[in-house]
């Protein structure tokens, strides 16, 4: 397994495409279009200093299988956006590990708490949340798609693998 972060646009594509695929597994799940693609302006959140985006791979060199991208919010906070692993990769620990992964590059890049949203209907990735320490916590964000906000302190929290 292979997982490498991402900040830098020189790999905007491949972050384009895990996305574009995010958006196609989770309008499928919930039965509605969320977003055709992402827009250029979210591309640009997950680059460097700040935002950055974890990519998985069965094998170096492969296409990723999985990802998860990390942007700034205001008030040392940042936020985890497209948490995805790849229908007939799922059950094998993979969005732990991005989770983790991702974390991790919170804090190095000196996020005091992260933040994310998301849908009952991806119920997997809820309980994933909850097993790593994530509380819920009031709407912050105007989201038409979440049902659920949660938040991490990182000050005082440990995510392992």
């Given at each position: ?21 995010y958006l ?22 997950y ?5 950055a ?5 069965d094998?170096?060199?492969?296409p ?9 919010l ?8 497209r ?34 949203d ?17 509380s ?12 659920y ?13």
């Open positions: 397994m292979n997982i490498v972060v991402v900040d830098s646009a020189d790999q905007a594509d491949i972050v384009r495409d895990v996305i574009v695929r196609v597994d989770v309008s499928e799940r919930l039965g509605e279009l969320v977003s055709p693609e992402p827009r250029e302006e979210e591309l640009r959140e680059r460097a200093p700040h935002g985006f974890v990519l998985l791979s094998t170096p060199g492969e990723p299988c999985a990802g998860v991208g990390l942007r700034p205001e008030d040392g906070r940042g936020e985890i956006k948490l995805w692993v790849e229908g007939s990769r799922r059950g094998r620990g993979y969005g732990r590990l991005l989770m983790s992964r991702v974390v991790e590059e919170a804090r190095r890049r000196r996020f005091r708490t992260v933040l994310l998301s849908h009952f209907a991806l119920d997997e990735a809820r309980r994933l949340y909850l097993s790593l320490g994530f819920d916590v009031e709407r912050y964000n105007d989201n038409p798609h979440a049902q906000w949660m938040a991490l302190s990182l000050e005082n929290s440990r995510v392992d693998r």
